[in-house]
Structure formats: structure tokens, C-alpha cells
């Protein structure tokens, strides 16, 4: 007898894997080829329970996943100022800046499985006020951060009753920058819900065209790249690569030969700043929260783009006067032993993560396209380093690729699979990936720094 006879309803995964950006069969290649990757999703799995979509995708690269999954256990399982509960709560908080529903519906689950009261699930106004008070850090983060003063944690360090511990607003801190930059990998590499989630299924037949309105909307339709690209398209890109690395080659060439004078190079990081605030995200359409995240965090208008359209001046943070290197780390590490040295580790990873490979070419050194990539993150956030010359930028990042950094790293909502597929188009999606991890980790470190920055004021 057939289940539907007892009428069972039988649910059926919306997706086509754990991507909507990259086929199914390569993501799933991966953990079958290489052991170690295989033995780290085992590990994942007992630790958790699950493995969640975002490992999946992650696990072509198993170095970076190793220590990305060591520092998330640490925040969110391991002894730490904060009670479990609090740490699910804020992840909620954070992700729901972008309106991530993957990221919210999972730490939903976890909020109420570690004993969390579920009217706080209600909206921010249901949760303690020491929560609430969180809601100004959490919104000045995830978009102009470098609005935060010593007043804003002085105001959460000096609340009475409803007062943070420094040890606290530490952890509080670093949860919130994690899961704002997860919130940009998981929308930048299209993860899509688990078949158990909420939006990971449905009870509908299949139908004809698989597809969706809103997925013709945003330039997501199913079909793969390579069976939409007609011929000319192909050979319009087949030189992409050989391009960029001779301009790798002549930009190598320069630095040996000659070197920008101080003013000369203070001069391009504030013109590639300035255009850096010019480049559009995505197609800038209207983004109207759904309410069930959108409740979670008062304010939805305010966003990255409201300011850069006015042209808002971000003022430079020199890394020399604050760095993650000579001050964010120890400070850390005082306040939350431990995890200065987690998230370097973690940092140190992304940065420095390279297979020598471009696209087809072998025995390549990628150190300055990273750099760029990494350099140009920070740049939008007005942090300069006063010896990189920031003309390389133009240089290694074309158009297409800029928009596609922007839209991930600042709204990253936006981000469709017909940005994902302009960028880079004849690397390989592990080549994406990486892309995306940089990306993160590049924020993630932006947004410390201007925190970590404002609370050594206030020790000092």
C-alpha cells in the first residue's frame, strides 16, 4: 500500500541542494574525495546533531571549516560570560539585521532547545531590557560602524541593573560581528534551508517549471550559467583570467621598480574610498523585511545605503593606530580567554588560505589579489593601511566584481545568482567560495575593530 493511501503528507525539499548558487553533485563531490573532510562534517554532526547547509558549502575548503566550526562550538557551547539562551538570542538579533531567515529559524530552534522563553520570540520588546539595550550596538554594527562611540558602552556598561559586564559586552560583541558576517556568506553563497526548516520544504507537487516569482525576480531561475551563456558570452570571457594575471604580473613589476610617495598613496585611499561609497548594491530595489524577522530588531529603514546615496563622509581609521594584531587580540583574550586566539587563528586562515590555482592555471601566487580583495572590504569601512597602494585596487577588481563585494558585505540581502555568476565567470566555485570566506572574515574584522576600538576607549 502507498503512504498517500493513509494520507500522509510527504514533504518534498524546495531546493536543488544546499545552493541555489552551485550545483548540487559538486558541493556533495567534495566530502567523498577528501577524508579529512568527511571526518570533520562526522565531528560537526556529533557535536550538533545536524550539519547544517552552511558547513556543506564550506567544506571545500576543510582547513577554514575546521577552525571556523572550533570558534562556534567555543561562542556558543563552551564557558563563556554569557548564558546559552543569551548567546542564541543575540545570533537572532544580529541575523535578523539582514533579514537572514536561514540563520534566524536555526537559532530560533536552539534558543527554545536550550530552555529560552519563548514570548521573547515575540520581538525585542518581549525580551529582558538588557537585551533591548543591545538593539543600538547591533544596528550601528552591521552598518556604519564606525558611528560608535565610548558613550554607546558606557551606556550599556552603566545601566543599573540592567548593566553588562565588560566580559559580557565582549562576548556580546563578537557574536553579534559573527553572525552579521555569516549573515553575508550565507546570502552571498545562496545557502538554502535543510529539508526540516522552515522554508526548506513543501507539501505542493512538483511543478512544471520549478519555478518561483521571486526567483525570476531576482535573476535566480534554475537553469545553470553554462546552458543560458550563448557563444559569444564564452568568448568574451575565456581571456578573463589570463588578463588579471598579467595585470598581477605588471602591478609586481611597478612595485619593484618604483614606490608612491606618502601623500600619493594617502591620496588614491581616499579616492577608492570615496568610489567605494559610489558603487551601487545590487539593483538597489526596495527590501521590505518579512514580519517574522523583521520584529526581531526595531528601525528596518535603517540601512547601509541611506547614507552612502548622501554621501555621508566615513572617516579613515588607520590601522596603525588600532590594530587587530596589537590590540583587538589581547583584549579580547583578557576579557574572553580563549577566543582572541580562536578568531585569529580564524582570521589568519581566510587570509592566507591559497591552493596556488587561478581558474585553470596551476603554481600561481594569489597573495596580492587576496590582499586587494581583503584591502578593499576594509577600505569601504574607511580603514587604510598606510603602506598598500590603493591603486592596485582598480587595477584587480573589475565592475561586476565590486558591485557583487559591496551587495554581500553591506546588503547583503540583495545578493542574486546573477551577481554571483557575473563575477569570476570561468573560476571555479570552490574559487567563489573562497571569495566568500574572505569576504566574511574581512568584515567580521572591520566591524571588531571599530568595537573593540570604542571600548578600549572607555578602559582608558
Known amino acids: 500500500m502507498r503512504q498517500h493511501d493513509f494520507g500522509v503528507r510527504i514533504p518534498r525539499p524546495l531546493g536543488n541542494g544546499p545552493s541555489r548558487f552551485i550545483p548540487e553533485k559538486e558541493i556533495l563531490q567534495v566530502s567523498k574525495v577528501d577524508p579529512r573532510t568527511q571526518s570533520i562534517f562526522e565531528d560537526a554532526?556529533?557535536?550538533?546533531?545536524?550539519?547544517?547547509?552552511?558547513?556543506?558549502?564550506?567544506?571545500?575548503?576543510?582547513?577554514?571549516?575546521?577552525?571556523?566550526?572550533?570558534?562556534?562550538?567555543?561562542?556558543?557551547?563552551?564557558?563563556?560570560?554569557?548564558?546559552l539562551?543569551?548567546?542564541?538570542?543575540?545570533?537572532?538579533?544580529?541575523?535578523?539585521?539582514?533579514?537572514?531567515?536561514?540563520?534566524?529559524?536555526?537559532?530560533?530552534?536552539?534558543?527554545?532547545?536550550?530552555?529560552?522563553?519563548?514570548?521573547?520570540?515575540?520581538?525585542?520588546?518581549?525580551?529582558?531590557?538588557?537585551?533591548?539595550?543591545?538593539?543600538?550596538?547591533?544596528?550601528?554594527?552591521?552598518?556604519?560602524?564606525?558611528?560608535?562611540?565610548?558613550?554607546?558602552?558606557?551606556?550599556?556598561?552603566?545601566?543599573?541593573?540592567?548593566?553588562?559586564?565588560?566580559?559580557?559586552?565582549?562576548?556580546?560583541?563578537?557574536?553579534l560581528t559573527h553572525y552579521h558576517s555569516l549573515a553575508s556568506f550565507t546570502f552571498g553563497c545562496g545557502i538554502t534551508p535543510e529539508i526540516h526548516s522552515d522554508g526548506g520544504h513543501t507539501f505542493r507537487?512538483?511543478?512544471?517549471?520549478?519555478?518561483?516569482?521571486?526567483?525570476?525576480?531576482?535573476?535566480?531561475?534554475?537553469?545553470?550559467?553554462?546552458?543560458?551563456?550563448?557563444?559569444?558570452?564564452?568568448?568574451?570571457?575565456?581571456?578573463?583570467?589570463?588578463?588579471?594575471?598579467?595585470?598581477?604580473?605588471?602591478?609586481?613589476?611597478?612595485?619593484?621598480?618604483?614606490?608612491?610617495?606618502?601623500?600619493?598613496?594617502?591620496?588614491?585611499?581616499?579616492?577608492?574610498?570615496?568610489?567605494?561609497?559610489?558603487?551601487?548594491?545590487?539593483?538597489?530595489?526596495?527590501?521590505?523585511?518579512?514580519r517574522d524577522v523583521s520584529r526581531h530588531f526595531e528601525d528596518p529603514s535603517y540601512g547601509y545605503k541611506d547614507f552612502s546615496r548622501r554621501g555621508e563622509h566615513v572617516p579613515t581609521f588607520r590601522v596603525q593606530d588600532y590594530s587587530w594584531e596589537d590590540h583587538g587580540y589581547s583584549l579580547v583574550n583578557r576579557l574572553y580567554p580563549d577566543v582572541g586566539q580562536l578568531l585569529d587563528e580564524k582570521f589568519q586562515m581566510a587570509y592566507n588560505l591559497t591552493y596556488n590555482t587561478m581558474a585553470m592555471h596551476k603554481d600561481v601566487d594569489t597573495t596580492m589579489l587576496r590582499r586587494a580583495i581583503w584591502n578593499y572590504i576594509h577600505c569601504m569601512f574607511g580603514i587604510r593601511y598606510d603602506d598598500y597602494d590603493y591603486g592596485e585596487i582598480n587595477q584587480l577588481l573589475d565592475r561586476s566584481f565590486k558591485v557583487y563585494i559591496k551587495t554581500m558585505v553591506c546588503s547583503p540581502e540583495k545578493t542574486t545568482k546573477r551577481m554571483y555568476e557575473s563575477f569570476w565567470r570561468q573560476f571555479q566555485h570552490s574559487e567563489k567560495v573562497h571569495v566568500n570566506l574572505l569576504l566574511m572574515e574581512a568584515r567580521m574584522q572591520a566591524e571588531l575593530l571599530y568595537a573593540l576600538r570604542a571600548i578600549t576607549r572607555y578602559m582608558t
Not at 547547509?53 to 556558543?76: A, D, K, W
Open 85 to 175: 539562551h543569551y548567546r542564541h538570542y543575540i545570533g537572532i538579533m544580529a541575523a535578523a539585521r539582514h533579514q537572514c531567515s536561514y540563520l534566524v529559524n536555526l537559532h530560533v530552534n536552539d534558543f527554545l532547545q536550550v530552555g529560552g522563553d519563548s514570548k521573547w520570540l515575540n520581538g525585542l520588546d518581549g525580551a529582558p531590557q538588557k537585551l533591548q539595550a543591545l538593539g543600538e550596538l547591533n544596528k550601528i554594527l552591521a552598518h556604519r560602524p564606525w558611528l560608535l562611540t565610548k558613550a554607546h558602552i558606557e551606556h550599556l556598561l552603566k545601566a543599573e541593573e540592567h548593566s553588562w559586564s565588560l566580559a559580557e559586552l565582549i562576548h556580546a560583541v563578537v557574536l
Open 45 to 83: 554532526f556529533a557535536a550538533l546533531g545536524r550539519l547544517d547547509n552552511i558547513s556543506l558549502v564550506m567544506g571545500f575548503h576543510p582547513q577554514y571549516l575546521e577552525s571556523f566550526l572550533r570558534t562556534q562550538h567555543y561562542l556558543l557551547q563552551m564557558d563563556g560570560p554569557l548564558s
Open 205 to 290: 507537487p512538483p511543478s512544471l517549471s520549478q519555478y518561483c516569482v521571486c526567483d525570476i525576480a531576482n535573476g535566480n531561475g534554475h537553469g545553470h550559467l553554462e546552458e543560458r551563456r550563448g557563444n559569444h558570452q564564452v568568448s568574451e570571457v575565456s581571456g578573463e583570467v589570463e588578463v588579471l594575471m598579467e595585470r598581477m604580473k605588471q602591478l609586481q613589476e611597478c612595485r619593484d621598480e618604483e614606490e608612491a610617495s606618502q601623500e600619493e598613496m594617502a591620496t588614491r585611499f581616499e579616492r577608492e574610498k570615496t568610489e567605494s561609497m559610489l558603487v551601487a548594491t545590487a539593483e538597489d530595489e526596495e527590501c521590505v523585511p518579512s
